[in-house]
T-cell receptor, first 111, second 117 residues
């Protein structure tokens, strides 16, 4: 079974718009990570937020974490066609950091 | 540092045949993971190694699946007597066993896509 669940499953936006996707998880975490996957390719790590952090930025990415609600959000600002991809949240198991992934949000950015 | 390398990238086989995938992790990474991903789903954990020791196997890894990492460097994933349900992307990832504060990411290869006819 998968630890995280992303919402929505799919998102279609116009270039220049913002994209927001959410992740809910079930158990206590040490950190939460977001990955991007282009079609047919491997996953690329985007950002990690620790359990004692509430918000983190990296370029056009903004991640929030609410441990009381067991949820996180990923915001991509000023989207570009190159942002078209699937985005996954992942949480590590505390004893050995094995990652569990959600089913992902597929983002399509229209030119 | 050339990243995580997986071969072959694509494999088409007939049901009942055996297939083997290879993963070369980043050289200083002693943890290596195998994941399976089917269309529209996130990666599902299969197994992982700390150096040459296989520390955990998922229940997804039936007796037809075997993974090795003989010298703690590259790893192989073999599927015997393939079934159509084995069709998926097989992803390899690696990481150091210990990170500094605030890190924990996995480095993924490009995957090996298996199609069983």
């Amino acid at each position: 079974s998968q630890q995280g669940e992303e919402d929505p499953q799919a998102l279609s936006i116009q270039e220049g718009e913002n994209a927001t996707m959410n992740c809910s998880y079930k158990t206590s975490i040490n950190n939460l990570q977001w990955y991007r996957q282009n079609s047919g390719r491997g996953l690329v790590h985007l950002i990690l937020i620790r359990s004692n952090e509430r918000e983190k930025h990296s370029g056009r990415l903004r991640v929030t974490l609410d441990t009381s609600k067991k949820s996180s959000s990923l915001l991509i600002t000023a989207s570009r066609a190159a942002d078209t991809a699937s985005y996954f949240c992942a949480t590590p198991r505390s004893n050995d950091y094995k990652l569990s992934f959600g089913a992902g949000t597929t983002v399509t950015v229209r030119a | 540092d050339t990243g995580v390398s997986q071969n072959p990238r694509h494999k088409i086989t007939k049901r009942g045949q055996n297939v083997t995938f290879r993963c070369d992790p980043i050289s200083e990474h002693n943890r290596l993971y195998w994941y399976r991903q089917t269309l529209g789903q996130g990666p599902e954990f299969l197994t992982y190694f700390q150096n040459e020791a296989q520390l955990e196997k998922s229940r997804l890894l039936s007796d037809r699946f075997s993974a090795e990492r003989p010298k703690g460097s590259f790893s192989t994933l073999e599927i015997q007597r393939t079934e159509q349900g084995d069709s998926a992307m097989y992803l390899c990832a690696s990481r150091p066993s210990a990170y500094g504060q605030g890190r924990g990411e996995l480095f993924f290869g490009e995957g090996s896509r298996l199609t069983v006819l």
